[in-house]
């Protein structure tokens, strides 16, 4: 047997961790010999530890013990809990695992016991890359462009961090999509992202011109965007960019470019740009397009709305509605 403890905010590298064990198992058995628990009660969780493999092979277990942290277990159940460990079948793989919010600093308390516990196995944390980290995040994406069998020019890796900062998952997404645009040839150019790829630019063209007014425009934006990605896949990413600048604005006065960098996730240069475009925009006017934008999401998803792509309009460019 082995118990993991993996934690940190780049649920990415924590998924991609767990997929590798995944293999291991026997694909006819999969369904049984591959669970996953939700902070499961502390009686639960004792008989999770003690369960023993049946006749199809190994086992591996995922147990997400967020809430784990933020209460204080018995000196008696840490007892029980390491025991159990210690007495699991060797055919059985355990993974703790704690997903952190992204880009909020958050940290667990390594002075609790459950944490010093855990920590004596297989533990590892996984942080997510800075974006002002270039050499360390352009490291990353080259070693996944070779594992996906992708040749990338020297300065496509940069353009990729420029474009869609430093979210692994979105980034293995458009490499996968790049890889198709490419096919049957292996080279990446940066011109091949700059076409494909949903870039802050084009989002920030689309929201630039809905928060003016000019409906027009950003409905001719948000359908160049609709040739590149899924309704959804555009209002979640615009999601993402409206809370780093919903960060920018109401924090600029008093953090530098480099703070504000850390803060978003975003390069510094992106952050210098975004906070040049966003200098006649007010922080209402993005709250409010935050909210109707998460009213969309919600109609298309609860099924509420037969078209999701004119629910998004409807929402967005309807008649009357002037952000701010």
Same mark, same amino acid.
């Given at each position: 047997m082995?118990?993991?403890?993996?934690?940190?905010?780049e649920?990415?590298?924590?998924?991609?961790?767990?997929n590798?064990l995944?293999?291991?198992?026997?694909k006819?058995?999969?369904?049984?010999?591959?669970k996953t628990?939700?902070?499961?009660?502390?009686?639960?969780?004792?008989s999770?530890?003690?369960a023993q493999?049946m006749m199809?092979?190994?086992?591996l277990?995922i147990?997400?013990?967020?809430?784990?942290?933020?209460?204080?277990?018995?000196?008696?159940e840490?007892?029980?809990?390491e025991?159990?460990?210690?007495d699991?079948?060797?055919?059985s793989d355990?993974?703790?695992?704690a997903?952190l919010?992204?880009?909020?600093?958050?940290k667990?308390?390594?002075?609790?016991?459950?944490f010093?516990?855990?920590?004596?196995?297989n533990? *590892?944390?996984?942080?997510? %890359?800075?974006?002002y980290?270039?050499?360390?995040l352009e490291? @990353?994406?080259?070693?996944? /462009? $070779? #594992?996906?069998d992708?040749?990338?020019?020297?300065?496509?890796?940069?353009?990729i961090?420029?474009?869609?900062g430093?979210?692994?998952?979105e980034?293995d997404?458009?490499?996968?999509?790049?890889k198709?645009?490419?096919y049957?040839?292996?080279?990446?150019?940066?011109?091949?992202?700059?076409?494909?790829?949903?870039?802050?630019?084009d989002?920030?063209a689309?929201?630039?011109?809905l928060?003016?007014?000019?409906?027009?425009?950003?409905?001719?934006?948000?359908?160049?965007l609709?040739?590149? *990605?899924y309704?959804?896949? %555009?209002?979640?990413?615009?999601q993402?960019?409206l809370?780093? @600048?919903i960060?920018?604005k /109401? $924090? #600029?006065r008093?953090?530098?470019?480099?703070?504000?960098?850390k803060?978003?996730?975003?390069?510094?240069?992106v952050v210098?740009l975004?906070l040049?475009?966003?200098k006649?925009?007010?922080l209402?006017d993005?709250?409010?397009?935050?909210?109707n934008?998460?009213?969309?999401?919600f109609?298309i998803?609860?099924?509420?709305s037969?078209?999701?792509?004119?629910?998004i309009?409807?929402v967005?460019?309807?008649?009357?509605?002037?952000?701010?």
């Open positions: 082995a118990i993991f403890f993996y934690y940190g905010d649920e990415f590298n924590i998924t991609e961790e767990i590798k995944k293999k291991g198992l026997d006819n058995f999969i369904e049984m010999s591959f628990y939700d902070n499961p009660k502390f009686a639960d969780l004792i999770i530890l003690r493999p199809f092979g190994k086992m277990t147990i997400k013990a967020n809430d784990y942290f933020s209460k204080t277990f018995e000196d008696k840490i007892k029980q809990i025991e159990a460990l210690q699991n079948s060797d055919n355990i993974v703790f695992v997903e919010p992204r880009n909020e600093g958050k667990l308390d390594s002075r609790k016991k459950f010093k516990l855990l920590s004596k196995y533990a *590892k944390e996984f942080s997510t %890359i800075p974006t980290k270039t050499a360390e490291n @990353w994406i080259k070693k996944q /462009a $070779k #594992s996906k992708l040749d990338l020019d020297k300065d496509t890796p940069a353009q961090i420029i474009q869609m430093n979210n692994l998952r980034i997404a458009e490499l996968d999509k790049l198709l645009f490419a049957p040839n292996k080279k990446i150019t940066k011109d091949m992202v700059k076409e494909l790829c949903v870039s802050n630019e989002l920030f689309f929201s630039d011109f928060m003016k007014g000019e409906k027009d425009k950003a409905l001719l934006e948000y359908r160049k609709l040739e590149k *990605k309704c959804l896949e %555009i209002t979640a990413a615009l993402t960019m809370r780093k @600048w960060i920018l /109401a $924090k #600029s008093d953090y530098s470019t480099f703070e504000l960098s803060l978003t996730g975003q390069h510094e240069y210098k975004n040049q475009k966003l006649n925009t007010s209402k993005l709250i409010n397009l935050k909210q934008l998460t009213e969309a999401e109609k998803k609860s099924g509420q037969l078209s999701p792509e004119t629910e309009e409807d967005l460019f309807r008649e009357g509605f002037v952000y701010g």
